[in-house]
């Protein structure tokens, strides 16, 4: 029997969100149904549902920083039980079978993982996410919630968590690296606790000053602003074992490329819509690295939830009510969150279904 649940949806990239029902698919065997306590909203959501990636399935619901308790689960779900504390993020299946499945890098997935929204689910219809008070998902690509990390600040660690520390821990951050996290929004805040937690010396560096007493409160040693000096970056030449950069506008690489120590290397998990290009000589002179990230395998989600839970990690967030959610998004685009939005999924009890 499916499952009837009420979601935030839009039937449109320029349409308000609206509070209906869908059904779920009917779970299966190795199915877990999660009734969801918080959901964060990520900027992907947000470029998604407009269209600006590429033209959605619409109506859609979006939502992949999910957390929850297990209400039920398939008769051969062995990993998971009714009660659990859960979490899921941005991928709700792969193929299983393949190189990097099979070498916990789901993300990867050589014949195409399926999205927790806007992709093809195993029955053929469009997965919708987390917007939600329910989801059905696979046990594989659910997460165990430690216990001591409440619902709604554990929520954006299945997308903003994962994306920075997968980067921190695949070029081995160590206590001492000199590691500088550019931007310092819902990406950048997660970066800076998680590599403080590894003990290294962290630098945040933004356009300016104004999120300076935050920066340092989430672990960091110093701020630094890129705008307010024409000889920055000749000023911090050479400065880092590791540059994570968060930002998803324009820049120059090869500033920041410059600011890298010999053999140091810079990370990219924000996604900017314009090319940037590189000089080659910035990488060769040095042996520097420039490599980008995306997100995490299952396994390494979980580890990164345990790494939170035992360094007393969360999000820093900002909680709404479904009712809000248009808002958050303009606020989101204009930078105006300290530093995630997530949607107390509770309120869905307060408004009647409009349509």
Partial sequence: MSIRTKVLQKTGPQEPFRITTIERRAPRPDDVVIDIKAAGICHSDIHTIR?????????????????GVVEAVGESVTKFAVGDRVGVGCL??????????????????????????????????ITQGGYAQKVVVNENFVCTIPEGIDFDVAAPLLCAGITTYSPLARW???????????????????????????????TVISRSLRKEAE???????????????????KMHRGEFDLILSTISAA??????????????????????????GVNMGRLIIGGK??????????AETQEMLDFCAEHGIGAVIEKIGVTEVDQAYDRVVEGDVKFRFVIDTSTFDEVDVLA
């Avoid at 990636?53 to 939502?63: I, K």
């Avoid at 206590?175 to 003990?199: F, N, P, S, T, Y």
């Avoid at 690295?289 to 299952?298: D, F, K, Q």
């Fill in 251 to 276: 820049y120059s690489l090869d500033d920041y490329l410059g600011m890298l120590k010999p053999h140091g290397v810079m990370s990219v998990v924000g996604l900017p819509p314009e090319q940037l």
């Fill in 172 to 202: 081995k951050v160590k206590e001492g690296d000199k590691v500088a996290i550019v931007g310092l929004g819902g990406l950048g805040h997660m970066g800076v606790q998680i590599a403080a937690a590894k003990g290294a010396d962290v």
């Fill in 92 to 125: 709700v299946n792969s193929c299983g079978e393949c190189e990097q499945c099979r070498n916990g890098q789901e993300q990867d997935c050589l014949q195409g993982n399926v999205g927790t929204y806007n992709s093809e689910d195993v029955d053929g219809t």
């Fill in 289 to 298: 690295v420039l490599t980008g990230n995306n997100i995490g395998g299952i």
């Fill in 215 to 233: 920066a340092k409160e989430l672990g960091a040693k110093r701020v630094l602003a890129s705008a307010e000096d024409p000889d920055f970056f």
């Fill in 51 to 67: 269209n600006e990636w590429g033209e959605a399935h619409f109506p859609l619901t979006v939502g992949h920083e999910i957390a």
